[in-house]
């Protein structure tokens, strides 16, 4: 069985356009259009978006139902709109700086906050920060896996290099209830560690608003 895949505008015209492999057919096997699907987030989603489009697939003209391609399409399929709502929502929950909050919602600046050993962190813009280049690369790995990074707490190791821990949103939006602290100030994040270049996915726990900052208790 084969399937196509469709980039569909929202716009009067109702443009549609066939996404091709890239040997360039259009028509996909099963495992091949999900290897399309997930070897694509880091790119197509933001594409998708950008352009105010969703994606569909279809066999033989006829619209496919299919639990393990809606979980792709609907990573691909959340809107702009729904992403910066929830972007300016988790930005308020972490009780910043009014200088910092009010730069990162309307200007959306990449904010950091830093660990340099006092009670509370300090905050950075990421442009010309001390650690750009390895918290930029933090976010390329988190993006890759289909997140959209909003905020970062760095934190450094005793051994050199620091943990530059990322906040994101996930494109299924069944996840977002495990990015935002709990009770515990627990919530799921992407972790890089500069000292052997890796990124590591898991719970972490921040304290949020100590001197108008974020910083990382566990």
């Not at 070897?39 to 006829?62: A, C, I, W």
Request: proline share 2%; net charge negative; charged share 30%.
């Amino acid at each position: 069985m084969s399937y196509k895949i469709w980039k569909n505008m929202l716009d009067e015209k109702e443009i549609r356009v066939c996404l091709s492999k890239d040997d360039g057919t259009y028509d996909f096997e099963k495992d091949e259009l999900i290897d399309f699907l997930r070897d694509n987030l880091y790119h197509l989603p933001q594409k998708v978006r950008e352009e105010n489009g969703y994606l569909s697939v279809e066999k033989d003209g006829v619209l496919v139902s299919d639990e393990d391609i809606d979980y792709y399409l609907s990573m691909y399929n959340v809107t702009a709109e729904e992403i910066e709502k929830e972007r300016v929502k988790r930005l308020k929950g972490l009780k910043l700086e009014g200088i910092a909050l009010q730069d990162a919602i309307k200007n959306k600046t990449f904010w950091i906050s830093e660990n340099v050993g006092m009670p509370w962190n300090i905050n950075y813009f990421l442009s010309g920060y001390t650690y750009e280049k390895e918290v930029k690369r933090a976010i390329k790995r988190v993006s890759k896996y289909g997140g959209v990074p909003y905020f970062a707490v760095v934190d450094h190791l005793r051994d050199g290099g620091i943990w530059v821990s990322v906040l994101f949103i996930s494109l299924q939006k069944e996840e977002w209830r495990y990015e935002v602290p709990n009770g515990n100030g627990e919530l799921f994040a992407g972790v890089y560690n500069s000292a052997y270049d890796g990124l590591d996915f898991g719970n972490i726990r921040i304290q949020c608003g100590v001197g108008g900052s974020v910083k990382r208790t566990a």
